[in-house]
């Protein structure tokens, strides 16, 4: 858009504005050439005589581009004329609040086109294309000829931008493929028979009596000898060979070559081993490129029918290799990985730079590394990664892609590596770097968040993460541990979240002391028992600790802190927080529910009763209807029941026998207005003597509708004496 050179232009002006009332707006059109290009332009004035001199907004189309310029604000906009949605209320002009919804009948009375030319003008610029689904409003909407032609540039840019970004990235992939040293082929084929199939050949055999045939897949040659010595003076002139045993190696008779016995039988008509390599080498000036090389060796037997035999005939082995990923490191980009893919429906092989979706995803495993990798790295981003000696310390093979990735990310994996801390690079490599206390810690103590002076303790334990978990915590406290307290917690490995609590009433060798003393054995043996001894006892203790701090006991007390007998006073303990647990819930029910309590003296005027045999009478509070359902097992505990209490809704009864008034026996629930009986039950909401309890009731029921059951029966003074 040459906004400028538009800007410039002066205004159509409205002619004349119009005399219907409910017009606002009315566009005027023209078109013009800028800069040997066609323009469409749209001028929408408000509907009044003071404002014909310059519009709202003017809208500029050409074949490929639009814009929007809000000539009060001077701002341009590449908003559409109908925005987001296919609503034609959102005009790019309105002022409408966004919320009021016009019908659309509504909206093209408002919004108005000066003249039929104008209608024309548009019509031809935009192509005349319109939605065929608002058919019906034909020509009214007029805007939306325009609006059509605005989205189809836009899709058109979208596209443009697509097909863009996708060759830049070709151009890329190429470029970096232009610029990949060629692969050394036969170096890589010859390593990987030498070393990693370490010249495996195989010696085929099938014997016939006294002779053996023998197929050679080193030579391939394929002959016939005797292995067993026979008594016939011929005999002593045949060739001999040692007799061929499955799994046992041999040499060939013909080449000489040492290989593995291998019955004919077993032998399919080809057996493959596959291996994976890496090479690293120079990219550009200072960039690395692995290239990840999947290998395999091939035996091949070849068998011809003699009459019912097979008959071997020739063997064979081969050594193939195929590139499927190599990834580039360059100094100030992210690591680029190409992958090699085959395309079946073309049948062809090519590069792409992003993996396969779902199953077929290439992984890049772990792989020993040539030799010539780490000459190539002179010179490179790479050279002072210490990768080689990562891979020296490492008992496994390792994936250079990722010790690379993560040493550019973090350089000083470099001098952990240096330092022999093997186990704590391998844990960054493995879960990214939570334990990384300081990104930019240049020290490994600021780095890893530990005490400077137990680095070489560490380094002793090549970074144990036991040992290294146990000095970042005493960092994180504020203690100061010898190394001989460091090995002891890292045996034990208790939370680190418990011994904040602990350190706060106790010295860390008083609790190690205690912990070795209850556990009776010793610390440091290296034995698995002990070992896991240790850390019972420690969890137990750590248990203890808590309940008691938590029953809010003074813990500088030394009996509390260290009991006689650990056991029993956890197990005191466990009943203990229970206990207190409990009672806080009957707590926390009664402040829930107030009103249960709050009512009791109401209540019970009006439902208090007893005969020879039983007593009824309400819950005196929230946590007493708790305690009923725990102690018979039934639901009435629950939030509902106690709400509908508390909301006099019905009213929770305990009915009990007269010889034992404080044991819970049935409970009952009756509607605190109607008085119906809603239900009862006994012990495992089970109903405790039905027939005898439902006549109970149902006279109680009775009573208590009759109005024979409270205050004109029973005094205040008796029912406060039996409560
Ligand atoms: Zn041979």
């Known amino acids: 858009?040459?906004?400028?050179?538009?800007?410039?232009?002066?205004?159509?002006?409205?002619?004349?504005?119009?005399?219907?009332?409910?017009?606002?707006?009315?566009?005027?059109?023209?078109?013009?050439?800028?800069?040997?290009?066609?323009?469409?332009?749209?001028?929408?004035?408000?509907?009044?005589?003071?404002?014909?001199?310059?519009?709202?907004?003017?809208?500029?189309?050409?074949?490929?581009?639009?814009?929007?310029?809000?000539?009060?604000?001077?701002?341009?906009?590449?908003?559409?004329?109908m925005g987001t949605t296919w609503d034609s209320h959102n005009l790019i002009w309105s002022e409408d609040d966004e919320r009021i919804r016009k019908s659309d009948g509504f909206i093209a009375r408002e919004n108005v086109l000066n003249s039929k030319e104008d209608l024309k003008r548009i019509k031809e610029f935009c192509n005349g294309y319109r939605r065929s689904h608002l058919a019906q409003w034909e020509d009214e909407h007029w805007w939306e000829y325009i609006d059509e032609r605005q989205r189809y540039i836009c899709g058109e840019e979208q596209e443009r931008r697509r097909s863009r970004i996708y060759a830049r990235r070709q151009q890329a992939l190429k470029e970096r493929a232009d610029n990949t040293p060629e692969l050394p082929e036969d170096r890589i084929l010859e390593y990987a028979d030498r070393v990693i199939f370490r010249e495996k050949h195989y010696l085929y055999y099938k014997k016939h009596g006294v002779r053996v045939r023998i197929a050679?897949?080193?030579?391939?040659?394929?002959?016939?000898?005797?292995?067993?010595?026979?008594?016939?003076?011929?005999?002593?002139?045949?060739?001999?060979?040692?007799?061929?045993?499955?799994?046992?190696?041999?040499?060939?008779?013909?080449?000489?070559?040492?290989?593995?016995?291998?019955?004919?039988?077993k032998m399919k008509d080809s057996y493959s081993k596959k291996a994976h390599v890496f090479l690293g080498q120079k990219y550009k000036k200072t960039g690395m490129v692995f290239r990840y090389i999947e290998l395999e060796k091939k035996y091949l037997l070849g068998l011809l029918c003699e009459g019912k035999e097979?008959?071997?005939?020739?063997?064979?082995?081969?050594?193939?290799?195929?590139?499927?990923?190599?990834?580039?490191?360059?100094?100030?980009?992210?690591?680029?990985?190409?992958?090699?893919?085959?395309?079946?429906?073309?049948?062809?092989?090519?590069?792409?730079?992003?993996?396969?979706?779902?199953?077929?995803?290439?992984?890049?495993?772990?792989?020993?590394?040539?030799?010539?990798?780490?000459?190539?790295?002179?010179?490179?981003?790479?050279?002072?990664?210490?990768?080689?000696?990562?891979?020296m310390a490492e008992d496994a093979y390792i994936n250079p892609t990722v010790y690379a990735a993560q040493y550019i990310k973090m350089p000083q994996i470099e001098m952990l590596t240096k330092l022999g801390l093997i186990k704590v690079v391998r844990r960054i490599l493995k879960y990214s770097t939570g334990i990384v206390a300081s990104e930019y810690g240049k020290r490994v103590d600021t780095f890893l968040g530990i005490r400077k002076e137990h680095?070489?303790?560490?380094?002793?334990?090549?970074?144990?993460e036991s040992i290294l978990d146990v000095m970042k915590l005493e960092k994180r406290l504020g203690q100061h541990w010898t190394d001989e307290q460091i090995e002891k917690l890292a045996e034990i490995g208790v939370?680190?979240?418990?011994?904040?609590?602990?350190?706060?009433?106790?010295?860390?060798?008083?609790?190690?002391?205690?912990?070795?003393?209850?556990?009776?054995?010793?610390?440091?043996?290296?034995?698995?028992?002990?070992?896991?001894?240790?850390?019972?006892?420690?969890?137990?203790?750590?248990?203890?600790?808590?309940?008691?701090?938590?029953?809010?006991?003074?813990?500088?007390?030394?009996?509390?802190?260290?009991?006689?007998?650990?056991?029993?006073?956890?197990q005191k303990m466990v009943t203990e927080y229970n206990r207190e647990k409990a009672n806080l819930q009957l707590k926390e029910?009664?402040?829930?529910?107030?009103?249960?309590?709050?009512?009791?003296?109401?209540?019970?005027?009006?439902?208090?009763?007893?005969?020879?045999?039983?007593?009824?009478?309400?819950?005196?509070?929230?946590?007493?209807?708790?305690?009923?359902?725990?102690?018979?097992?039934?639901?009435?505990?629950?939030?509902?029941?106690?709400r509908k209490h508390n909301d006099d809704i019905t009213t929770i009864l305990f009915l009990r026998t007269r010889k034992e008034p404080d044991v819970p026996y049935i409970t009952v629930e009756i509607g605190t207005r109607n008085l119906e009986l809603i239900q009862w039950y006994g012990a495992n909401d089970k109903k405790t003597d039905k027939e005898n309890m439902d006549r109970w009731l149902n006279a109680y029921?009775?009573?208590?509708?009759?109005?024979?059951?409270?205050?004109?029966?029973?005094?205040?003074?008796?029912?406060?004496?039996r409560a």
Request: charged residues 30%; proline residues 3%.
């Open 1 to 81: 858009m040459k906004k400028k050179a538009i800007e410039k232009i002066p205004f159509i002006g409205l002619k004349r504005i119009s005399r219907k009332k409910d017009v606002e707006f009315v566009g005027v059109t023209a078109t013009m050439e800028i800069a040997g290009e066609a323009h469409l332009f749209l001028e929408v004035y408000r509907n009044k005589r003071s404002e014909k001199e310059a519009p709202v907004v003017r809208i500029v189309l050409t074949e490929k581009d639009f814009g929007t310029w809000f000539v009060g604000r001077g701002e341009w906009s590449r908003g559409k004329i």
């Open 216 to 265: 050679c897949s080193k030579c391939g040659g394929v002959t016939e000898r005797r292995w067993k010595p026979g008594i016939s003076f011929e005999s002593q002139f045949e060739q001999m060979v040692e007799e061929p045993r499955e799994g046992s190696f041999g040499n060939c008779p013909m080449c000489g070559a040492r290989g593995e016995w291998k019955p004919q039988g």
């Open 310 to 391: 097979k008959v071997m005939k020739n063997a064979c082995e081969e050594v193939s290799g195929i590139e499927i990923a190599r990834t580039y490191f360059e100094e100030g980009r992210e690591p680029q990985t190409d992958f090699h893919k085959h395309d079946s429906f073309l049948g062809k092989d090519f590069w792409d730079d992003c993996n396969l979706y779902g199953m077929a995803n290439i992984t890049i495993w772990p792989a020993p590394i040539l030799e010539e990798t780490y000459e190539a790295m002179q010179g490179t981003l790479l050279q002072y990664s210490a990768m080689r000696e990562y891979e």
């Open 455 to 464: 680095i070489r303790q560490l380094i002793r334990y090549q970074g144990e």
């Open 495 to 570: 939370e680190t979240g418990e011994w904040t609590e602990v350190l706060k009433y106790m010295g860390i060798q008083k609790v190690l002391n205690l912990i070795g003393k209850y556990a009776g054995v010793e610390y440091g043996t290296g034995c698995c028992g002990a070992e896991s001894r240790l850390r019972d006892v420690a969890r137990t203790y750590f248990d203890y600790l808590n309940m008691r701090k938590a029953l809010e006991y003074d813990m500088s007390n030394t009996i509390y802190q260290a009991p006689k007998d650990l056991n029993r006073e956890h």
């Open 589 to 642: 029910v009664n402040l829930k529910y107030p009103l249960i309590g709050k009512n009791y003296r109401r209540l019970r005027r009006k439902f208090c009763y007893e005969d020879e045999n039983f007593c009824i009478r309400p819950a005196r509070d929230a946590g007493e209807i708790v305690m009923e359902g725990r102690i018979l097992h039934h639901c009435v505990g629950g939030d509902d029941y106690l």
């Open 701 to 721: 029921v009775t009573r208590l509708k009759c109005g024979q059951i409270g205050e004109a029966e029973e005094t205040e003074e008796r029912i406060l004496l």
